[in-house]
């Protein structure tokens, strides 16, 4: 919808290549509630990437629910150990295609001289999408926020053109039917699937009693995907199965294709007609012996080792009640690393 500037993406490539893993691991997690934050930890005066330290690297998003077209504000703020806030040190920032960066237009600007930085970003696709935005060099450190816009595209409008944003590439809807669609697909990965996150724990490192005598593991569960589905037909559809795959699960490049994971109606996956929803909640990848698997652990599944932002595509098919088949799609982005769960 927009063109993006040359410059942005220059400087993220440059600082890929100079911060290696910078989609690494964070201690906390995004949320679709209006105001809500993501942090990391870390330690020192300065930005170190030791996991087991405690400083904060925060985002806030004034709404998380935007109508297309609209815009809401954003602030990250960077704390040392001492939770003073660093100024001077550059934030990046990004988006799935859907979310437009406003401010800063080159997607990145320096912090403040209390360790803030401030900008507002726009919707220009309804669905829900991933942002991220994290420290430009000297730590592994980044937190995300899953925004939702909803609507529809408004009569005329063409995006926000010269906004930075969409690196993260499709955002986690796709509309293959045109009058049955995914409007929502989330995460669920901290034991409840009425919470969604964008942060998934594949390693369950975290010690919670935090004495070096004893070792007394983190939460570990499994994670489910949350599918929000809207039906426009004048007629019911039933979804029979659903499919995922994923890119790049062990940082080798191997991608992984789930079976047909069947859905019975207990998994509410009849949508009634006229603009109903209905919400399908599947698991997705498996917690065994500490870590995190696509595919049966006992069998052929592989665990995934990319700490990264790894984007996930769903196939959800199914018939209409008079018997036509309907197969819609979505993509949903998330953030894959150790996250400390101990509460």
Same mark, same amino acid.
């Given at each position: 919808?927009?063109?993006?500037?040359?410059?942005?993406?220059?400087?993220?490539?440059?600082?890929?290549?100079?911060?290696?893993?910078?989609?690494?691991?964070?201690?906390?997690?995004?949320?679709?509630?209006?105001?809500?934050?993501?942090?990391?930890?870390?330690?020192?005066?300065?930005?170190?990437?030791?996991?087991?330290?405690?400083?904060?690297? &925060?985002? *806030?998003? $004034?709404? @998380?629910?935007?109508e297309v %077209?609209?815009? +809401?504000? #954003?602030?990250?703020?960077?704390?040392?150990?001492?939770?003073?806030?660093?100024?001077?040190?550059?934030?990046?920032?990004?988006?799935?295609?859907?979310?437009?960066?406003?401010?800063?237009?080159?997607?990145?600007?320096?912090?403040?001289?209390?360790?803030?930085?401030?900008?507002?970003?726009?919707?220009e696709?309804?669905?829900?999408?991933?942002?991220?935005?994290?420290?430009?060099?000297?730590?592994?450190?980044?937190s995300?926020?899953?925004v939702?816009?909803?609507?529809d595209?408004?009569?005329?409008?063409?995006?926000?053109?010269?906004?930075?944003?969409?690196?993260?590439?499709?955002?986690?809807?796709?509309?293959?039917?045109?009058?049955?669609?995914i409007i929502?697909?989330?995460?669920?990965?901290?034991?409840?699937?009425?919470?969604?996150?964008? &942060?998934? *724990?594949? $390693?369950? @490192?975290?010690d919670?009693? %935090?004495?070096? +005598?004893? #070792?007394?593991?983190?939460?570990?569960f499994d994670t489910?995907?949350?599918?929000?589905?809207?039906?426009?037909?004048?007629?019911?559809?039933?979804?029979?199965?659903?499919?995922?795959?994923?890119?790049?699960?062990?940082?080798?490049?191997?991608?992984?294709?789930?079976?047909?994971?069947?859905?019975t109606?207990?998994?509410?996956?009849?949508?009634?007609?006229?603009?109903q929803?209905?919400?399908?909640?599947?698991?997705?990848f498996k917690?065994?012996?500490?870590?995190?698997?696509?595919?049966?652990?006992?069998?052929?599944?592989?665990?995934?080792?990319?700490?990264?932002?790894?984007?996930?595509?769903?196939?959800?098919?199914?018939?209409?009640?008079?018997?036509?088949?309907?197969?819609?799609?979505?993509?949903?982005?998330?953030?894959?690393?150790?996250?400390?769960?101990?509460?």
């Amino acid at each position: 919808m927009r063109q993006r500037r040359f410059v942005y993406r220059l400087g993220l490539i440059s600082i890929l290549s100079i911060s290696g893993a910078i989609l690494g691991c964070m201690g906390g997690q995004g949320s679709t509630d209006g105001g809500s934050s993501s942090r990391n930890s870390y330690d020192d005066d300065v930005f170190v990437s030791d996991e087991s330290n405690t400083g904060t690297v &925060s985002l *806030d998003v $004034s709404n @998380t629910s935007i109508e297309v %077209g609209n815009t +809401t504000g #954003f602030v990250v703020r960077a704390t040392n150990s001492r939770q003073q806030g660093v100024a001077g040190i550059n934030v990046v920032c990004d988006s799935e295609d859907g979310i437009a960066i406003l401010e800063p237009q080159r997607g990145y600007a320096p912090t403040d001289n209390s360790g803030n930085m401030s900008g507002q970003i726009g919707c220009e696709a309804p669905g829900s999408f991933q942002f991220v935005c994290r420290l430009a060099l000297g730590a592994n450190r980044r937190s995300s926020i899953t925004v939702q816009c909803t609507g529809d595209v408004p009569s005329g409008f063409r995006g926000f053109p010269g906004a930075a944003g969409g690196g993260l590439g499709g955002g986690s809807q796709t509309n293959d039917d045109g009058d049955v669609r995914i409007i929502t697909a989330a995460f669920a990965d901290t034991g409840s699937t009425t919470e969604t996150s964008a &942060s998934i *724990d594949i $390693s369950q @490192t975290a010690d919670c009693d %935090g004495t070096l +005598t004893t #070792f007394d593991p983190e939460p570990f569960f499994d994670t489910y995907v949350k599918l929000v589905v809207k039906n426009n037909r004048p007629e019911q559809v039933r979804f029979e199965y659903v499919q995922y795959s994923v890119s790049d699960v062990d940082s080798k490049g191997t991608e992984f294709t789930s079976k047909k994971l069947g859905l019975t109606e207990e998994a509410d996956s009849t949508v009634a007609q006229s603009g109903q929803t209905a919400t399908i909640i599947m698991p997705i990848f498996k917690a065994y012996n500490g870590g995190k698997y696509v595919g049966d652990p006992l069998g052929t599944g592989i665990r995934i080792t990319n700490r990264a932002l790894l984007t996930v595509t769903f196939a959800l098919v199914g018939k209409t009640a008079s018997g036509e088949s309907v197969a819609i799609s979505a993509k949903a982005t998330g953030s894959f690393g150790d996250f400390n769960r101990c509460g």
